[in-house]
């Protein structure tokens, strides 16, 4: 059996059942099941709000148009965002016509604060963190810099899902505007594509769920359950179709109950690799701070020849991914090429190695040998 770099585990049976649910009541669409899971959600992450979406790519979006329009930001206005992401984090500042800055990383491979500091500018208006593998990275310091500058902080909790410090979910920290996660097939509370957005303000969630639903200020449930006068429903805003439905929300309830213990299984992964590598001098893990709480979406390594580590654990049916290339060598993203070097030059050698609850400790072990023999 070959071993992915990333592979989902779905709670089948009960995935089914709940989704027969939806069938059965003829129910598959927003409501239901969404509302269910949004309360779930709040009620595991402590947000006060939180909005069900079809994917955290249209939730960025989302947040990116709410803070313009709540702040009156101009078209050209700045973002500062990180190169080692996947690019939906800076497509969502390229919707809404602002201007990424890419600043760069720590040792974490999060956004180093002093690089950010130093890339405001009077045009600056927000910063989107990614919270890279589940890291919360110096967010901390982020959220200083962002008060100090009176900045918006986005939170991409893309591969955040069950990231703790101190048993507090990062996003509810005092200083983040809005956070929003992804539920997209591969990432630690896997659906098929879905995500979830939080705000910590009610008016900017009812806005959200308007602008997400064509612009509508009521939705079909609302509607259906209030019977009469179901058609007349008003529409204050040219509205996307960004919200998530019932079936995928059906599945994200089926996994949230395992969320812990999965990432509490990745965590004993991450230990064994962390073991495994710890004497050979030619690599180095990416370490995360509040290990203990990290929901390690990924487990990266730094090799000196990345191509050719990957190429031998093919040869031994090991399949590694890399996440992500510098963003800065993005056609799209040429014109900030080399602003941010230690980004760069790690992004070269950066390799993802399997990470998820289908491999057994003897696949952790056999995927070391394999590293350690090719690379030490
Ligand atoms: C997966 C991912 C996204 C996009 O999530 P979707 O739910 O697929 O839209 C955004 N940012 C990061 C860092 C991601 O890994």
């Keep these: 059996m070959s071993i992915q770099v990333l592979k989902p585990k779905f709670h089948v049976d009960e995935c089914l059942e709940a989704v027969r649910e939806c069938l059965e009541i003829g129910w598959t669409g927003m409501g239901f099941k969404t509302v269910q899971f949004e309360q779930a959600w709040k009620e595991y992450t402590g947000h006060k709000y939180a909005y069900y979406l079809n994917s955290n790519t249209v939730g960025l979006h989302l947040a990116m148009k709410i803070l313009k329009m709540n702040g009156g930001w101009a078209d050209g206005d700045e973002v500062i965002t990180t190169p080692i992401t996947f690019v939906s984090t800076n497509h969502a500042i390229m919707y809404e016509n602002l201007h990424p800055v ?15 500091e130093k890339k405001i500018t009077d045009k600056t208006r927000a910063v989107v963190f990614v919270g890279y593998g589940g890291r919360v990275g110096q967010l901390d310091k982020i959220i200083e ?24 979910c990062p996003g509810i920290w005092d200083g ?14 896997a659906t098929g594509d879905s995500g979830m957005i939080c705000w910590t303000n009610e008016e900017n969630d009812k806005v959200t769920r308007q602008l997400a639903w064509l612009g509508i200020n009521k939705d079909t449930y609302t509607r259906s359950n209030k019977g009469t006068y179901a058609w007349k429903y008003d529409v204050d805003y040219v509205g996307y179709k960004y919200n998530g439905n019932a ?3 059906a599945i994200a309830l089926v996994q949230l109950p395992y969320l812990d213990e999965e990432n509490a299984r990745r ?17 180095k893990a990416v370490p995360a701070p509040h290990h203990d709480e990290c929901s390690y979406h990924i487990y990266e390594l730094i ?10 654990l093919a040869k031994n049916d090991i399949y590694g991914g890399v996440h992500y290339r510098d963003n800065t060598e993005y056609s799209m993203y040429l014109y900030a090429n080399g602003t941010c070097p230690k980004a760069h030059e790690v992004s070269q050698h950066l390799i993802t190695l399997p990470l998820h609850m289908w491999l057994t400790d003897e696949d952790v072990q056999k995927i070391i040998d394999v590293v350690n023999g090719f690379t030490a």
């Design 267 to 283: 965590r004993q992964i991450v230990d064994m690799y962390n073991e495994g590598f710890k004497n050979n001098k030619n690599i």
């Design 176 to 189: 983040v505007d809005v956070t929003v996660y992804s539920f997209q097939a591969v990432k630690n509370l």
């Design 145 to 168: 810099i962002c008060k100090k500058h009176n900045l918006r902080l986005i939170l991409d909790a893309a591969h955040m899902s069950g990231t703790k410090v101190n048993g507090v």
């Design 303 to 312: 090799v000196p020849d990345r191509e050719a580590l990957l190429g031998e």
């Design 247 to 249: 079936i995928m929300a």
């Design 102 to 116: 890419f600043a760069d990383l720590d040792e974490y491979l999060c956004l180093d604060p002093e690089d950010v």
